[in-house]
């Protein structure tokens, strides 16, 4: 059983910046494909960034340029480091591992982007 506990989330300003963490139990994290995902109100969840085991990463358009997404093994963590952030980035943020078929969610952490 693996367990995510995302943070970092909160209020900024259009133009801002947040960094999110997600904490992972478990010794196979570093086996693990990490991605961040976001449900924006109404919208379905959608893939923001995912980063492999290898350290490959993939990123929606819509952040391209913008968000970078990182890992650190030896913290069990994975980061999302949003930057020049739009209302529209407005939306809960999930972590997700996935790893031999079998697939972990966090509870999500509320980013809010609004002046």
């Known amino acids: 059983q693996v367990q995510l506990v995302e943070s970092g989330g909160g209020l900024v300003q259009p133009g801002g910046s947040l960094r999110l963490s997600c904490a992972a139990s478990g010794s196979i994290f570093r086996l693990a494909a990490m991605g961040w995902y976001r449900q924006r109100p109404g919208k379905q969840r959608e893939l923001v960034a995912g980063i492999t085991s290898g350290t490959i990463t993939n990123y929606a358009d819509s952040v391209k340029g913008r968000f970078t997404i990182s890992r650190d093994n030896a913290k069990n963590t994975v980061y999302l480091q949003m930057n020049s952030l739009k209302p529209e980035d407005t939306a809960v943020y999930y972590c997700?591992?996935?790893?031999?078929?079998?697939?972990?969610w966090g509870k999500g952490t509320l980013v809010t982007v609004s002046s």
């Open positions: 997700n591992s996935r790893l031999d078929g079998v697939t972990y």
